[in-house]
């Protein structure tokens, strides 16, 4: 029996291809080619083909992806907290890189330098992102590097996320209107409706889940029936090892568990549900024992619902693990955050609006439009006109709200506090490209001076996604050591799509390839670059 017409949704399709190698003394190489294609699927249980390839690899290994684009519309890919170091060319969203046109390829670069932990990649372009198109990307430890934890059994990717059955067209269509999206219509894992994803496990060993919410607009619960998660880390940070049977985890966020199958030999759910929402959506996968004498039974197990104080105690118990080393041998710990002043703070505020009689949102009263011209396109040729530096400033001045392609300046290593400010009702999740920073405080209220007294300068832990909590504000320290044109914005794909991001331009005036990379020889040029060189082959 064919699905209803009504929730048939167009899909990305990843078709690939992966070689490995090496040249002896130089880190390795992996090399990928993808063509991206649509798909049509039925969501929500029925059929579907996605999230996208998984990428595995180690600290510092070499990635080299080739993207095709068969799709009759430009194209991009993003990596979810893969640093780029000193190559914000390879970022893959709009204000560093020229989308990739219909029916052409392009290469992009990628080195995982000085980092391991749990990512995604996603489509950046327009509202793609509700297509699918998303995958796993896990850096891995070199063999050599202590990890505070013995090697497990399995190494699952969980993707989890809302879901639309409307196109993304569609959707689209509804923000260019002036309006916000809808609800969502359900919660997908892995791609899949209930009970759609099964991961088989033996009893008595215990296991790896990495868990990224990869969805639009909705903050998620994770459990596993009967069983506890241990935490161990997060983006990239290994953590202090506390138990949860529950975890929050909020728009663009990445989380590794550890579970043991500690349990009779039956099969459990693994759950999903929205979090601070007055309808609860929830999702099932199955945890199979190898050994299972019988299926999931009842109903699936409750989780937290609109609790904000629950959320912010745990988030607040999520520490950085001190002794513990991450992509180098030393422990983290031996990086002092807290003993470094400060050198200049960012109030960053959240606002909704309506600007020209549409909705729209704003961070300092600015609300961010497209340039004509990749913003780091146009600064590396100097092209007037596209961006003006000190577009946003540094503190929200509560005036209305406008429109403008902001482009906040800032000096390489510098060090910087940023505050978010939530004055919204809704929870808020903030991303920084190129970058991890320490979450040294959050709270409710307005943060002031006197906030500082509360700071964790000890054992935050380094992340490059936080959430704000409504009405409330979180404060992070973050060392400038990264230049390039860096991408600050909502994880809510519908606030960010309507102006909620801004760029960070952090620049170094030695211009120097021991600084940032030169602009790539295959790079894209479009815009106002159109008919530029790059440099010499």
């Known amino acids: 029996m064919s699905p209803s017409r009504s929730i048939l949704h167009r899909s990305l399709y990843f078709f690939v291809l992966l070689l490995l190698s090496s040249v002896h003394g130089e880190n390795p190489y992996r090399f990928y080619t993808w063509n991206v294609t649509y798909g049509d699927i039925y969501p929500l249980g029925v059929k579907q083909q996605f999230p996208g390839p998984q990428i595995d690899c180690v600290t510092n290994d070499n990635l080299i992806i080739n993207v095709y684009n068969s799709l009759p519309e430009p194209f991009l890919i993003s990596w979810n907290g893969i640093q780029q170091r000193r190559n914000s060319w390879m970022d893959g969203v709009y204000g560093t890189n020229c989308p990739i046109p219909p029916g052409k390829n392009f290469t992009y670069f990628l080195q995982a330098k000085d980092q391991i932990g749990s990512y995604f990649y996603f489509p950046s372009l327009a509202m793609h992102k509700a297509a699918g198109g998303y995958g796993g990307f896990r850096v891995n430890s070199r063999p050599l590097i202590p990890v505070p934890f013995p090697s497990p059994a399995g190494d699952f990717t969980v993707l989890i996320g809302d879901w639309y059955k409307a196109n993304h ?3 689209k269509a509804v923000l260019d209107g002036g309006h916000d999206l809808p609800f969502p219509d359900g919660i997908l894992i892995n791609g899949r409706g209930p009970n759609g994803v099964t991961f088989t496990v033996d009893q008595g060993k215990t296991y790896r ?3 990224s919410n990869v969805g639009l607009t909705t903050s998620l619960n994770f459990r596993i029936q009967g069983h506890t998660m241990t935490l161990v880390e997060v983006e990239g940070s290994h953590t202090l090892q506390n138990h949860y049977s529950s975890l929050d985890v909020h728009l663009g966020q990445s989380y590794s568990v550890l579970v ?3 349990q009779p030999g039956q099969d ?10 007055s309808q609860i959506l929830t999702s099932t996968a199955i945890l199979h024992y190898s050994n299972s004498a019988g299926s999931v039974s009842g109903p699936p197990p409750g989780g937290p619902t609109i609790q904000i104080d629950w959320s912010l105690n745990q988030a607040r118990s999520i520490r950085w693990n001190l002794t513990a080393s991450a992509a180098r041998p030393n422990p983290q710990g031996s990086y002092h955050y807290g003993l470094v002043n400060t050198t200049r703070t960012i109030e960053v505020a959240n606002s909704a609006a309506v600007i020209n009689g549409k909705q729209r949102y704003a961070v300092n009263s600015v609300s961010f439009i497209p340039a004509d011209t990749p913003l780091k396109v146009a600064d ?5 006109g596209v961006f003006s530096l000190g577009s946003i400033s540094d503190y929200p001045h509560g005036g209305g709200a406008y429109l403008q392609t902001s482009v906040m300046e800032a000096d390489f290593r510098a060090y910087v506090e940023i505050i978010f400010q939530n004055y919204e009702n809704t929870v808020q999740s903030w991303h920084i490209d190129g970058y991890s920073f320490f979450v040294v405080g959050m709270d409710g209220g307005q943060w002031t001076p006197a906030s500082r007294n509360g700071y964790n300068l000890r054992d935050g832990v380094y992340r490059c996604t936080t959430q704000v909590y409504p009405q409330s504000w979180t404060a992070i320290y973050m060392p400038l050591d990264n230049v390039g044109m860096w991408n600050i ?6 606030r960010q799509y309507l102006g909620q991001q801004f760029y960070l331009r952090v620049y170094s005036p030695v211009n120097s390839w021991r600084d940032e990379n030169p602009i ?3 790079a894209l040029l479009c815009g106002r670059a159109s008919g530029r060189r790059t440099r010499p082959l």
């Not at 459990?268 to 929402?277: D, N, P």
């Not at 590396?380 to 007037?384: A, E, H, K, S, T």
């Open 380 to 384: 590396f040729y100097n092209i007037q």
């Open 209 to 211: 889940f990495r868990i």
């Open 268 to 277: 459990y759910y693994i759950v999903a549900s929205t979090r601070f929402t």
């Open 260 to 262: 043991t199958m500690d």
């Open 520 to 522: 790539p020889r295959n």
């Open 169 to 171: 067209t569609d959707l």
């Open 489 to 494: 914005r909502s994880e809510n794909w519908a």
